[in-house]
């Protein structure tokens, strides 16, 4: 009994030990390497290996996504892959006896250069996720580290053009502690690669050029290399001109429309102050999102300057108008020479309709016609006088049956005027009629005041309307010459 059950214990132990994996040679080879890698490997220090050496470190890039550009702080932010490669002499195997072609191994088992962004302006840490990811090495000793990182980046940003702007910002890389004696830097290519950037809503990526340069600090006496990375962007204006551009030359447009109301309607200076306040706004707002800097002020800032000029020119002028134009109400006559510049040279030159007689034809009309007037009722009094005066003679007839006249006694009245004769006569039928004729007199003059008055308001009517329509021609002719210099210096950045 006890043979059968040994038997069946040495029957279960055989298939047990045979279900068990067998370590297979990789793995002890990966082992053997690593400990034949590091052991008494120091990665603090850099492998320089022989005296007078130096390592050299092959430095590229990948362009992953421009992430934001604040213009008014001035920094860039992007989204960027960093490739690194060197040589360690102390990492380096045959692979005859180690069926290895290569060695994945954590971030802070080898060397890795101390690659800084000079120019960071990240608040707490320059290259978010750099300790995370792991190192390649390769037989020869040649060490490859590639991880993707967020960067931020201090931009001098130049807004003369905006918002048809090109921002060039830089990118320099190079090692903090170690001097080009000891740690040579080389890009690994003229430019940055753009292969799998990401599509950006404002910025355009036009290139990303890298550039060795070698530098000497007044701290040092050796020489520091870096590698420098312009990254060249162009801005998409058809935001800024739809939102910010047309709405402005729009709102100055309709400033024109001032010179266009007549002045009895009482709202010219409104519309200008209105147009004013909507340029002051449109100002705001881009000078909110601008740098306060000035030495490269904005063109636009400056069009925007130059509308609210004209905009202020042209209310003083509606200003103006409008005591041209209620100025006949003080009774004010007009001077010669205006009448002769305005009212017959630049009225026929701006298309003003002015009519065909003016006020000194129609003066020297009425006078005309009132002393044409005057001998006429003279000669009707003095006929209608003599003409009663002879009804009124008594007459005897003579002995051959013929009328005699009395004779005229010497006239009393020393004043023959007709106005004179009609009171010193005694019938009331004259006297109505000197009567009726001073009424008639008095409702003449009063009528030839009132067309006075009425040519007078009507001529500094004319004159508001004339210089109306000069204020109109030179405020379109200015609006459209500062739109054009503007728009294309803009469109020259």
């Given at each position: 009994m006890d043979y059968i059950l040994k038997g069946i214990f040495v029957l279960f132990s055989y298939a047990s030990l045979s279900s068990v994996p067998v370590v297979t040679s990789t793995n002890s080879v990966t082992d053997s390497l690593y400990s034949h890698l590091f052991t008494n490997y120091k990665e603090k220090l850099i492998p320089v290996c022989t005296p007078g050496g130096k390592v050299d470190v092959f430095f590229g890039t990948a362009l992953r996504q421009m992430m934001n550009l604040n213009e008014k702080d001035q920094t860039l932010t992007i989204n960027i892959w960093l490739r690194l490669k060197w040589s360690d002499c102390r990492l380096s195997w045959n692979t005859s006896q180690y069926n290895n072609t290569h060695l994945v191994v954590p971030y802070d088992t080898v060397w890795t250069p101390d690659i800084t962004l000079?120019?960071?302006?990240?608040?707490?840490?320059?290259?978010?996720?750099?300790?995370?990811?792991?190192?390649?090495?390769?037989?020869?000793?040649?060490?490859?580290?590639?991880?993707?990182?967020?960067?931020?980046?201090?931009?001098?940003?130049?807004v003369l053009y905006f918002p048809m702007d090109t921002q060039t910002c830089t990118l320099k890389f190079g090692s903090w502690s170690h001097s080009g004696a000891e740690l040579d830097l080389y890009p690994s290519t003229d430019q940055a690669d753009l292969t799998n950037l990401v599509f950006h809503n404002e910025w355009d990526v036009v290139s990303m050029k890298a550039q060795r340069n070698v530098l000497y600090y007044q701290c040092c006496p050796d020489p520091y290399p870096d590698i420098t990375f312009s990254l060249e962007i162009k801005r998409k204006p058809l935001f800024y001109i739809m939102s910010i551009l047309f709405p402005c030359i729009l709102t100055a447009s309709v400033a024109a429309l001032g010179f266009v109301l007549p002045p009895e309607s009482g709202e010219k200076v409104s519309l200008e102050v209105t147009v004013l306040l909507s340029l002051a706004v449109f100002l705001l707002m881009v000078t909110e999102q601008?740098?306060?800097?000035?030495?490269?002020?904005?063109?636009?800032?400056?069009?925007?300057?130059?509308?609210?000029?004209?905009?202020?020119?042209?209310?003083?002028?509606?200003?103006?108008?409008?005591?041209?134009?209620?100025?006949?109400?003080?009774?004010?006559?007009?001077?010669?020479?205006?009448?002769?510049?305005?009212?017959?040279?630049l009225a026929w030159i701006l298309f003003v309709k002015t009519g065909k007689a003016t006020s000194n034809k129609v003066h020297s009309e009425k006078n005309d016609t009132k002393k044409q007037e005057e001998?006429?009722?003279?000669?009707?009094?003095?006929?209608?006088?003599?003409?009663?005066?002879?009804?009124?003679?008594?007459?005897?007839?003579?002995?051959?049956?013929?009328?005699?006249s009395p004779p005229r006694l010497p006239s009393l009245i020393t004043n023959t005027?007709?106005?004179?004769?009609?009171?010193?006569?005694?019938?009331?039928?004259?006297?109505?009629?000197?009567?009726?004729?001073?009424?008639?007199?008095?409702?003449?003059g009063h009528m030839q005041q009132d067309e006075s008055e009425e040519q007078t308001n009507n001529e500094w009517y004319l004159l508001a309307k004339v210089l109306d329509r000069l204020c109109?021609?030179?405020?379109?002719?200015?609006?459209?010459?500062?739109?054009v210099i503007f728009l294309a210096k803009m469109a020259g950045s």
């Open positions: 000079y120019d960071s302006s990240a608040e707490e840490e320059m290259m978010p996720g750099k300790t995370d990811y792991r190192a390649t090495i390769y037989p020869s000793g040649t060490v490859y580290y590639n991880f993707p990182t967020v960067l931020q980046s201090a931009c001098l940003v130049n601008l740098p306060a800097s000035s030495v490269n002020f904005p063109y636009v800032g400056m069009y925007f300057a130059s509308s609210m000029i004209l905009v202020s020119f042209s209310c003083a002028m509606t200003v103006l108008v409008l005591n041209i134009h209620f100025r006949g109400a003080t009774g004010n006559k007009l001077p010669n020479w205006m009448r002769k510049l305005f009212l017959k040279r001998p006429n009722q003279n000669n009707f009094i003095n006929k209608t006088f003599k003409m009663d005066s002879e009804d009124a003679t008594p007459r005897n007839p003579t002995s051959n049956g013929s009328i005699v005027s007709s106005r004179d004769i009609l009171l010193r006569s005694s019938d009331p039928m004259l006297t109505l009629m000197s009567e009726q004729c001073d009424t008639l007199k008095k409702i003449e109109l021609f030179i405020y379109i002719f200015m609006t459209f010459l500062t739109s």
